[in-house]
């Protein structure tokens, strides 16, 4: 089954809106979703630094800032 991260940080307003998009698409898609706070981990905020969010899509970096909904409905389908 295909799984979506949303990589985010708390505070950040894009990172929300990015999570509100992602629960819509995969709840649609029956599909299930996480977050990770890449300020809870050294290596993460090395790898991720100013870009969250993040989306990943089976563990591979899907985009980044916005969620393309075409793009991400194409992938998860």
């Known amino acids: ?3 979506v991260t949303v990589m985010t940080r708390q505070g950040c307003h ?3 809106v990015a999570e509100e998009q992602v629960a819509r698409i995969c709840g649609e898609l029956g599909l299930g979703w996480s977050t990770e706070d890449v300020d809870a981990d050294p290596e993460l905020r090395a790898e991720y630094g100013d870009r969250v969010p993040v989306i990943l899509v089976d563990g591979a970096e899907h985009g980044y800032w916005t969620v393309e909904e075409d793009r991400l409905r194409a992938a998860l389908g």
């Open 1 to 3: 089954m295909t799984r």
């Open 14 to 16: 894009a990172c929300e």
